[in-house]
């Protein structure tokens, strides 16, 4: 496994934005798929965005598209989710993860083999 560190979760308003940061090093995310996944309680780690090692693919839950953007800087080691139009809905621990297997369109958890510990992110209304 491989450590993973998340940072740049935080409290705001509807409509509000965050960018979430995850340490990874390089030669992870130049050669694994690359996602973020949240947990709120009570409900299951749902699969939010993903990018494949070129960065040429990406998914997106639905209930995200159009407003979260998954990027990565393999030269910084660094993957972020940019989080734009915030809702209450998106409320949870957040977290990084890294999978030895190709990116799929659906974001399952099972895939990934390496997560960071999260950051929390609260959405008020």
């Known amino acids: 496994q491989v450590q993973l560190v998340e940072s740049g979760g935080g409290s705001v308003q509807a409509g509000g934005s965050l960018r979430l940061s995850c340490v990874a090093p390089?030669?992870?995310?130049?050669?694994?798929?690359m996602g973020w996944f949240r947990q709120a309680p009570g409900k299951e780690r749902e699969g939010v965005a993903s990018?494949?090692?070129?960065?040429?693919?990406?998914a997106y839950v639905d209930s995200v598209k159009g407003r979260f953007t998954i990027s990565k800087d393999d030269a910084k080691e660094m993957v972020y989710l940019q989080m734009n139009s915030l809702k209450p809905e998106d409320t949870a621990m957040y977290y990084c993860?890294?999978?030895?297997?190709?990116?799929?369109?659906?974001?399952?958890?099972?895939?990934?083999?390496?997560w960071g510990q999260g950051t929390q992110v609260t959405v008020s209304s």
């Open positions: 990018t494949s090692p070129s960065g040429a693919s990406k």
């Open positions: 390089g030669y992870i995310t130049s050669r694994a798929c």
């Open positions: 993860a890294a999978s030895a297997f190709p990116c799929e369109r659906r974001i399952r958890a099972t895939l990934f083999n390496s």
